[in-house]
């Protein structure tokens, strides 16, 4: 017996809706520090619980002091 496959539809996409959400997030971050800043602080997010999940938590606080430390101790 043959199986025939369907292919699942695409939500239908609000093109308005997305563009604004865009322009919103293009007026939050108009420097590339901002854009730096905000992937920062989602990697930092991600570290936290990533190393939660290894069942090796660490509180956000404590990860930032522990990369201020690594930072001043690292020389050009």
């Known amino acids: ?6 292919t699942q539809k695409s939500p239908v996409l ?3 809706a997305l ?3 865009l322009r919103r997030w293009q007026g939050r971050h108009d420097t590339w520090q901002k854009v730096a800043a905000d992937h920062r602080k989602v990697l930092l997010e991600r570290v936290v619980q990533s190393m939660t999940f290894e069942n090796e938590p660490v509180s956000m606080e404590r990860l930032r ?5 690594a930072k001043r101790t690292v020389k050009p």
Not at 1 to 6: F, G, L, P
Not at 65 to 69: A, D, E, I, Q, V
């Open 1 to 6: 017996m043959m199986q025939t496959m369907t």
């Open 14 to 16: 609000d093109l308005d």
């Open 19 to 21: 563009n604004a959400r």
């Open 65 to 69: 002091k522990l990369l201020r430390r």
